[in-house]
């Protein structure tokens, strides 16, 4: 039986603005297995960036819980940190049970402030001796292809592809079960987008974390490493299945004209075409009536528009938000 | 490349020969920084040719020298015959090759002026046309016809300022430009990579369409190897200001010959397949 490690259950966090509210994430529910690789793919404005912060509890104003509850397991038994303050969740589990490497992590490291200060920083906050943690950074280093004399050199001096696996090696220092990985390979080369995917690989081979969740709007990255994949279009999950089954038969019209839209080098894709996704995406302030997706889909029956889908389990492993596969269960 | 009947020459639209610019840096002791070093290719009628590479691999500073943006160190670039940085003297010149010469950015953001609205981009083409319209009104009227063209409705836009409109569409508009001009060449510097997957193909599509119905030659420049992979009659891979692969892209994507490209090809993630040595 798999371990479930965080579960989300009906969160809607909402940026409360003074003269609007958007809903980026509205009604999400969701779980995460010990030992897998969740992808959460989206285009910009989908929700995927508020969902992560969602998941360890990061809100800030104007970002809102309005409802909903997310545990994580914590020594065997479930703490709901939705319930907690940020300064809670962030004193009690940050760095040690969750961790996140936000996007663009590389670029916010401070340049005047040498790498072994973060791990320093790491160690006070945690209440850990920092000689016992520099020993282990150096180490962790190692572990993600850098050598260790890079701790005793300023951020400047490395190069984005090597900041990036720094970053890492500092936040994993205290081995977190779930590591939340932020767009982590879309500011890089194609070289060391590799070379950070098998770090990333590693590390959970390695058993520094037992799961990761990898937010992305490419598709063709993600899914070297996920094992299931959760595709989000405004602030909704549309389609929730394993990796290789979406990718063989992807069911939700989003989720299909997303794929289509992929261009990799391989022959499949001149002999595929590239398709288009017709309109814009969906305003979140006033999101559209029903099915979110329903002003650009191509299959739109009435009820898309009248009634919202329920993320619904449609065969084993296979939950998608959409009428065309849910016949009477839907209805 | 096809070859239309009768045993009819292709045309070359574009040669670039031995092109080749280096940047001097600092005043008492230079160093010299070698951009792009002695590239050579062709372009002909109704092709479309990627330059592809990673950053600081010389592609977008070769797609400046063929805009007429700076000069090369050394090399030529002719354009339908002209040497465009020798036969150009006359503001005239200049002009006709600003009206062949199409450009596309990567930030669509900053192409546009954002004080004024963003039919004004469309004004400038229209004033640049060699036959200008007989009045405003009739401008008007090309200038919604482009629209239409790329997929706008004019209304959507006409009056806007660029921050009320979205990125692809303002990608759209610089392409309805080229129906308002019919540029011989467009050369377009990661048109893509701004814009959302969804939106990609569309602009894409949009290429496609000028090349088949005006003859247009495009130069792709891109770090996208799978872009230029589906879009391309001929890819070349530069690295470090060379190019060290070109060909037919069947040739270069699935059976690549130099070292680089081959790094290249085994790093970029797959859809259908995964990456070995994860």
């Known amino acids: 039986m798999k371990e479930v490690l965080l579960k989300v259950e009906n969160a809607k966090a909402y940026y409360k603005l003074e003269k609007a509210t958007v809903k980026a994430v509205d009604n ?23 969902l992560s912060n969602l998941i360890f509890m990061n809100m800030l104003k104007p970002l809102t819980l309005v409802d909903g509850k997310v545990f994580l397991k914590v020594d065997g038994k479930f703490e709901e940190i939705s319930a907690m303050s940020r300064e809670e969740v962030k004193r009690r589990f940050w760095g040690k049970d969750i961790t996140i490497i936000p996007q663009s992590a590389m670029n916010a490291l401070m340049p005047t402030i040498k790498m072994s200060k973060y791990v320093e920083h790491l160690a006070e906050s945690h209440g850990v001796e920092p000689a016992e943690l520099l ?58 987008q590799k070379v950070l995917l098998h770090v990333l690989i ?18 063709a990255t993600v899914r070297q490493i996920a094992d299931r994949m959760i595709v989000m279009y405004a602030g909704k999950i549309v389609e929730f299945s394993d990796m290789e089954k979406i990718l063989k038969k992807p069911l939700h019209p989003y989720t299909t004209g997303l794929l289509n839209s992929v261009l990799t080098p391989e022959p499949e894709i001149r002999t595929r075409g590239i398709s288009v996704i017709p309109g814009a995406p969906a305003n979140l ?33 296979r939950r998608v938000a959409c009428f065309l596969h849910q016949g009477a269960k839907g209805l | 490349m096809f070859s239309p009947p009768g045993g009819e020459r292709i045309m070359s639209r574009l040669v670039v020969e031995n092109l080749t610019k280096t940047f001097a840096i600092g005043f008492f002791s230079k160093r010299y920084i070698h951009a792009v070093k002695n590239v050579s290719f062709e372009v002909k009628e109704r092709e479309i040719v990627s330059l592809v590479g990673e950053s600081g691999s010389g592609k977008t500073t070769t797609a400046k020298m063929i805009l007429r943006l700076f000069p090369p160190t050394s ?29 596309v950015f990567q930030d669509p953001f900053a192409s546009y002026n954002p004080f004024y609205p963003v039919e004004r981009t469309l004004w400038q083409a229209v004033n640049l046309m060699e036959k200008k319209p007989q009045s405003k009104k009739e401008g008007l009227e090309m200038i919604k016809e482009a629209l239409f063209k790329v ?19 303002k990608q759209r508009i610089m392409i309805a430009r080229c129906w308002i001009l019919r540029p011989l060449l467009i050369v377009a510097d990661e ?83 995964k990456l070995e040595g994860l």
């Not at chain 1, 999400?28 to 508020?50: A, L, Q, R, W």
């Not at chain 1, 029903?290 to 619904?312: S, T």
């Not at chain 2, 660029?162 to 569409?169: D, V, Y």
């Open chain 1, 28 to 50: 999400v529910s969701f779980e995460i297995y010990e030992g897998e690789v969740i992808g959460i793919v989206g285009e910009s404005g989908s929700g995927k960036t508020t």
């Open chain 1, 135 to 192: 020993r282990k950074a150096e180490e962790r280093f190692k572990e993600v292809g850098l050598n260790p004399l890079w701790l005793n050199r300023y951020p400047f001096e490395l190069s984005g592809g090597m900041r990036q696996r720094a970053v890492i090696a500092i936040a994993t220092l205290l081995n977190p079960k779930l590591l939340v990985a932020d767009e982590p390979t879309s500011a890089l080369d194609v070289v060391n």
């Open chain 1, 202 to 219: 590693q590390l959970k081979r390695a058993g520094i974390v037992k799961s990761i969740i990898f937010i992305t709007h490419d598709i």
């Open chain 1, 285 to 317: 302030i006033n999101p559209p009536s029903g099915c979110r997706f329903h002003p650009r889909c191509p299959y739109a029956m009435d009820i898309c528009k009248e009634k919202e889908p329920e993320l619904i389990e449609v065969e084993s492993g």
């Open chain 2, 75 to 103: 090399g030529r670039i002719v354009f339908e015959g002209k040497d465009i940085w020798r036969d150009i003297k006359k503001q005239e010149d200049l002009k006709w090759l600003r009206r062949k010469v199409h450009a």
């Open chain 2, 151 to 169: 997929g706008i409705d004019p209304k959507d836009v006409l009056g806007k300022y660029p921050h009320q409109i979205s990125g692809g569409q």
């Open chain 2, 191 to 273: 048109p893509t990579s701004m814009i959302d997957a969804s939106s990609r193909g569309g602009i894409i599509k949009l290429l496609e369409e000028l090349r088949e119905e005006q003859g247009t030659s495009i130069i792709f420049i891109t770090h996208d190897l799978g872009l230029a992979y589906y879009v391309s009659d001929n890819i070349l891979v530069m690295k470090d200001g060379e190019v060290v692969e070109g060909g037919h892209p069947d040739k270069v994507v699935l059976q690549p010959s130099h070292e680089y490209t081959k790094l290249l090809v085994e790093s970029v993630p797959k859809l259908y397949r």
